[in-house]
């Protein structure tokens, strides 16, 4: 006898959570001697990768498209943007807690930078020097970004 097997198989492309059908056939059984194979073990794996402020910080550059560098950190991984996050809870995604400590420990390093970026604000003379108003955009910036971290954080 024979008979069809079909199988769901997780596999992790490019950070995104993918499942590939997997169809057997010709696998010759009987009647009785089916075996049954072992369930398979899904194990979800985090999104987001753990980095230094330097690595994931959109403060430089230009700082008309904040939202959209903000939403590249914290909300791509998750197919998610900024319309998505603000229609509120559920989020159509499942987040795991690796990623709500890694989110957490990213949304904090923001929050501390803007500190930086009032020392140095202060030191250049004031956000109305040339210097001072970079310093105030990348500012502007880092806000976006620790704000978008912070409300992803809730959602969780």
């Not at 010759?28 to 985090?46: E, Y």
């Not at 914290?74 to 603000?86: K, V």
């Not at 890694?102 to 250049?124: D, G, H, P, Y």
């Amino acid at each position: 006898m024979m008979l069809s097997s079909i199988y769901l198989l997780g596999a992790s492309c490019l950070g995104f959570g993918l499942q590939q059908l997997v169809v057997s056939t010709s696998i010759p059984h009987s009647f009785s001697s089916v075996v049954t194979p072992a369930p398979l073990r899904f194990s979800k794996r985090a999104r987001l990768i753990s980095q230094s402020y330097d690595q994931f910080q959109i403060s430089d550059g230009v700082s008309g498209n904040c939202g959209s560098k903000a939403e590249a950190v914290f909300l791509r991984p998750y197919g998610l943007t900024q319309a998505t996050l603000a229609a509120g809870n559920p989020i159509p995604v499942a987040i795991d807690n690796t990623d709500l400590l890694i989110c957490k420990k990213m949304t904090r390093l923001a929050v501390n930078a803007e500190a930086s970026f009032n020392q140095a604000i202060s030191r250049v003379g004031g956000a109305k020097t040339a210097i001072g108003n970079q310093l105030q955009n990348g500012k502007t910036c880092n806000k976006v970004l620790k704000l978008t971290g912070a409300v992803l954080s809730l959602q969780f």
